[in-house]
């Protein structure tokens, strides 16, 4: 794969198991050209435990940037921020804005969902009635508003509600009312947010067998205008390309011919 790049990556400054330059030394031997790294922001009333403080965004920052100095000539490297739709941190200064969904407003209540399978069916349970498309509905109205947030670059794993549904254990993703949900997300977003990315993450963690979003949403983003990257929202080094090379088959499968790449002149268009 030619101009291979990952802008969805984690590191230990949040969730992830490695190390900034450990990451970046696994990518070279990889083939890649570029890599961006992008931890999740703070919010102060998530007990999520890995997630880095705004303190810890200046060190973050500094070490990425000494790093990109490190290894000029060898591999572009990138600062970025996966930004949650609920944080408030100052975000000047970096290179990309992931915009992604992981907490719903519960009745006033901000509830993070993306856990395990029981977890999120207690979820629906406790917040939703037990009612999947309910919950689908909430999500996909919270992705919708993204924009008023931030200035956001990337959308982040658009159906990462499904993490869990692998064997439809919530919500009928082929059902009309779901997919129409996503199609009206998809075009609040048209002209807002230019691309979105084939996440292949869940994959590498033995959640799903196919990257977000499904194929029905891949070709609505194709339909209405969208660039499109591919990202393996990296943990783990070893899992660094995960699915690279079927995801590009399903983005040309949706109609796409072509996918964008960061650049120190900003996001450029390559064949794929």
Avoid at 48 to 74: C, F
Wanted: hydrophobic share 35%.
């Amino acid at each position: 794969m030619t101009n291979k790049q990952n802008l969805h990556v984690h590191t230990t400054y949040a969730d992830g198991r490695d190390k900034p330059e450990e990451i970046i030394i696994e990518a070279i031997s990889r083939g890649f050209t570029s890599i961006g790294f992008s931890e999740h922001t703070y919010m102060p009333f998530s007990t999520y435990p890995y997630q880095m403080t705004v303190e810890q965004m200046a060190d973050y920052k500094n070490e990425i940037s000494e790093l990109k100095s490190r290894y000029k000539g060898k591999i572009d490297i990138f600062c970025g921020l996966e930004f949650e739709s609920f944080s408030d941190v100052p975000t000047d200064g970096f290179d990309y804005l992931i915009g992604s969904v992981h907490y719903l407003d519960c009745e006033g209540r901000v509830l993070g969902f993306d856990r395990g399978l029981q977890e999120t069916v207690d979820y629906i349970n406790d917040n939703f009635g037990g009612d999947g498309l309910a919950f689908a509905k909430k999500y996909f109205e919270t992705m919708a508003r993204l924009p008023e947030r931030r200035r956001f670059d990337i959308i982040g794993h658009f159906d990462l509600l499904v993490k869990n549904n692998e064997k439809g254990a919530f919500i009928d993703v082929s059902s009309k009312k779901y997919l129409d949900m996503g199609y009206e997300a998809i075009h609040a977003l048209k002209g807002k947010i230019p691309f979105f990315e084939v996440n292949t993450g869940a994959i590498s963690r033995g959640y799903t067998s196919a990257p977000y979003p499904q194929m029905e949403f891949l070709k609505e983003f194709k339909r209405a205008g969208f660039g499109v990257l591919i990202t393996s929202d990296c943990h783990d080094k070893n899992y660094l390309d995960c699915f690279y090379d079927e995801a590009r088959e399903l983005i040309a499968e949706a109609g796409f011919a072509s996918k964008w790449i960061l650049t120190d002149k900003g996001f450029e268009e390559v064949a794929l």
